[in-house]
């Protein structure tokens, strides 16, 4: 049967998801990532447990009965768009979605498919990985089965050119492996090529499948601010949310280093920061911009 979940917030903007897993009973992807959260599994190209299409409509349609629901997510315990019957999945999603959005997360690999890219360019919202843009580091972390790097990071810039929805590249850091200087500056490269609306640098959140760490919030920020793109969002570690007291002055020097997500200030700040950085707002010393789904503050230009 196929699975859904709520998801907590898919975004602010996009509010209540629908989590839809195209592959519940097992782990089928074509990677094999070291921080996959799964467990490791010998990476396939292809579903064999396919989930019958009119099961997950069916579910979904209930689902939608239901609840209310702002956003359906199409994931898998895997690689969603390994799904045989997505294209016509993604067609029948929106015959009943009514207002509410459609997005998928998926590890980029098959972007280089022009009918998965056709399927794709259907959607509200994609997400796509790029952990690192050099062969060999691409190759040991997320252990791909049959994908050119290069080749998927250039269908990645051509579906931007053709996607009208909001794009999204998630980059994990791994210690050891792209979490260096040299790392970023390449992948800061291949996102200027792509030119995503948002880039989602995080580390691991939950259990990997292998003996690998994660790097520290401070490693993440450092990291995040060698990519030249104006929405970068640092997704901390939950070990390390620790929200803090800002001053007025301190507020607006974070801000002049990095805009911050909303999402990000909320981590960040305390409770009392936040109330001062609402005055800043009312002030017109900072400005809210929405890029990516997410509201973004950065300090007003001309306060
Ligand atoms: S792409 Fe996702 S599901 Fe596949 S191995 Fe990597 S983390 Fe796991």
């Known amino acids: 049967m196929p699975a859904y979940t709520f998801g907590p917030v898919a975004s602010r903007r996009f509010g209540r998801s629908l989590g839809v897993d195209l592959s519940p009973e097992t782990k089928q992807c074509n990677y ?10 010998k990476s396939v190209d292809r579903f064999t447990q396919i989930a019958p299409i009119e099961g997950v409509v069916a579910d979904v349609k209930a689902a939608l009965a239901r609840h209310s629901i702002d956003a359906i997510t199409l994931t898998a315990n895997g690689e969603p768009t390994l799904y045989p019957h997505l294209d016509a999945l993604i067609d029948r999603l929106h015959a009943l979605k009514s207002e509410a959005k459609l997005m998928i997360l998926s590890n980029g690999s098959t972007i280089t498919d022009e009918a998965i890219q ?5 959607l509200d919202r994609v997400k796509l990985s790029l952990d690192s843009a050099q062969a060999e580091t691409f190759k040991k972390l997320d252990r791909p089965k049959g994908v050119d790097l290069e080749q998927m990071i250039e269908a990645m810039a051509v579906f931007r050119k053709r ?9 994990l850091v791994v210690a050891g492996l792209n979490d260096t200087e040299a790392e970023f500056d390449a992948l800061s490269n291949a996102i200027g090529r792509i030119q995503p609306d948002r880039v989602d640098v995080g580390t691991l959140a939950r259990p990997p499948a ?3 760490t994660g790097v520290s919030t401070d490693r993440l920020n450092a990291l995040a601010k060698r990519i030249t793109h104006p929405c970068v969002q640092v997704i901390a570690p939950p070990a390390s949310k620790q929200q803090e007291r800002y001053s007025r002055e301190e507020i607006l020097a974070t801000l002049r280093r990095r805009p911050l997500s909303q999402q990000e200030a909320e981590a960040l700040f305390d409770r009392p920061t936040l109330t001062l950085l609402a005055d800043l ?3 017109r010393a900072v400005e809210r911009t929405e890029s990516g789904g997410e509201i973004f503050y950065t300090p007003a230009k001309n306060p």
């Open 32 to 41: 094999d990532c070291l921080y996959c959260e799964l467990g490791g599994a």
């Open 118 to 122: 056709s399927a794709l360019l259907k």
């Open 163 to 171: 996607f009208t929805g909001e794009l999204i590249i998630e980059i």
């Open 210 to 212: 292998y003996a690998i």
């Open 281 to 283: 707002l009312k002030a």
